[in-house]
């Protein structure tokens, strides 16, 4: 198998070396998630709990920031490299994701 992504079918990727730093990060947005559960369970005061979304999302915002990162240093570079039909989808993918990004 190549190490670079063939939709899906890949041997690693380029947050592989990172991935227990990102599996932690999203264990604590998914602990800070509940903690919001919670709030609206124990009816917390509304700027509070908005507060503690913006938190969340920034969290969410900085490991896709850093996906993203890994991607275009991992992903993209090789098929660049490579040249020809991947080169531009993986341009065109990751021109696709950062579009999402900035929407959401």
Excluded: F, P
């Amino acid at each position: 198998m190549s190490d670079v992504d063939n939709g899906g079918d890949t041997e690693t990727h380029g947050y592989s070396a990172q991935k227990e730093n990102y599996a932690k990060r999203l264990r604590r947005i998914e602990g800070q998630v509940r903690g919001i559960a919670k709030m609206i369970d124990e009816d917390k005061y509304c700027i509070d709990v908005l507060t503690q979304i913006s938190a969340v999302n920034s969290a969410l915002q900085s490991v896709a920031l850093g996906l993203l990162d890994e991607h275009l240093g991992h992903c993209v570079s090789h098929a660049v490299a490579a040249g020809g039909d991947e080169a531009d989808a993986k341009l065109a993918e990751a021109s696709a994701a950062i579009a999402r990004l900035v929407r959401s």
